[in-house]
T-cell receptor
Framework: SQQGEEDPQALSIQEGENATMNCSYK?????LQWYRQNSGRGLVHLIL???NEREKHSGRLRVTLDTSKKSSSLLITASRAADTASYFC?????????????WGLGTSLAVNP | DAGITQSPRHKVTETGTPVTLRCHQT?????MYWYRQDPGHGLRLIHY???????DKGEVSDGYSVSRSKTEDFLLTLESATSSQTSVYFC????????????FGDGTRLSIL
């Protein structure tokens, strides 16, 4: 099963509204990363948050991490039509030397003009 | 965008034929990855490389082989393509391994009839 599970699977909002996506995971992590994927394109890294961090900001993006609940959230404020994309969380586990990214299934965000 | 080029971008072929996908990077990154992306499965790691001639299997490596003879090129080969290998294939690179973000190419859409 997937380590990271995003919620909701799909989200539709109006321009200007905030969008919140959640990611839950199962085991101890080194860090958690959020990526965006526009239709027909590759994934683009947005934010990396380490296990000892609780919140990070990047422009209109805010990511929180709650290691006690094994969950993270991505907030996009004042959304724009250009934010329409799929958003994925990926976790890096603590165990082992060849630490791999474990991907969630993504949240599909539609921002309506 | 990080300098990653995948070729071809689209390919249609028949069951049983060999197929090679190419990933070329200009970033001199040590780590390179091949993923496949399918609805309902998200991103799944096929193989990855941590240096020239150094490769390892991912979670869905059966039916695939890889080669890396130069830092900049990572080839994915389907020796005898099957319909179950119809997918979108993404190459990604990372400078220092999985605790750092990965940068993705724009993918190859492969259809096997």
């Amino acid at each position: 099963s997937q380590q990271g599970e995003e919620d909701p699977q799909a989200l539709s909002i109006q321009e200007g509204e905030n969008a919140t996506m959640n990611c839950s995971y199962k085991t101890s992590i080194n860090n958690l990363q959020w990526y965006r994927q526009n239709s027909g394109r590759g994934l683009v890294h947005l934010i990396l948050i380490r296990s000892n961090e609780r919140e990070k900001h990047s422009g209109r993006l805010r990511v929180t991490l709650d290691t006690s609940k094994k969950s993270s959230s991505l907030l996009i404020t004042a959304s724009r039509a250009a934010d329409t994309a799929s958003y994925f969380c990926a976790t890096v586990l603590n165990a082992g030397n060849n630490r791999k990214l474990i991907w969630g299934l993504g949240t599909s965000l539609a921002v309506n003009p | 965008d990080a300098g990653i080029t995948q070729s071809p971008r689209h390919k249609v072929t028949e069951t049983g034929t060999p197929v090679t996908l190419r990933c070329h990077q200009t970033e001199n990154h040590r780590y390179m990855y091949w993923y496949r992306q399918d609805p309902g499965h998200g991103l799944r790691l096929i193989h990855y490389s941590y240096g020239v001639k150094d490769t390892d299997k991912g979670e869905v490596s059966d039916g695939y082989s890889v080669s890396r003879s130069k830092t900049e090129d990572f080839l994915l080969t389907l020796e005898s393509a099957t319909s179950s290998q119809t997918s979108v294939y993404f190459c990604a690179i990372s400078p220092t391994g999985d605790v750092q973000p990965q940068h993705f190419g724009d993918g190859t859409r492969l259809s096997i009839l």
